[in-house]
């Protein structure tokens, strides 16, 4: 069961919170894990643009895309069940982001992975 002292979820955040930062100014010595998300950015963002239609990349809030960009990459990687990569999203969420960033994060990750299971 997770609990909020769980190393997955932590790990999650702290790569939430260098995804963050990493918006606003380079960090230095990022760990691999985010490296590869920011190698894979452009895709990434493709694939939220694609499912927020509404919402310009460039618009969004930046812990909202922070979260959805560590999501999108771990549904990729396919290492845990998408039910779990959604439900850890929205949770970061509901600590970090604003008050419409859970249900955003949650329907962005549901029609994402509404998607994925049609191909």
Do not use: C
């Not at 939220?48 to 999108?72: E, F, G, H």
Request: aromatic share 6%; charged share 30%.
């Amino acid at each position: 069961m997770k609990t909020a002292k769980d190393p997955r979820h932590i790990d999650r955040i702290n790569i939430v919170k260098a995804l963050f930062a990493e918006s606003f100014t380079h960090q230095p010595n990022l760990p691999i894990s985010l490296k590869d998300i920011l190698d894979k950015e452009k895709d990434i963002d493709e694939v939220i643009a694609k499912a927020a239609t509404i919402w310009p990349i460039d618009k969004l809030n930046k812990i909202d895309l922070a979260i959805l960009r560590l999501a999108i990459y771990e549904l990729e990687l396919k290492k845990n069940p998408p039910k779990v990569i959604i439900d850890e999203a929205v949770e970061i969420a509901k600590e970090f982001g604003g008050e419409a960033s859970p249900s955003f994060i949650n329907g962005v990750l549901g029609t994402i992975f509404g998607h994925s299971d049609e191909k």
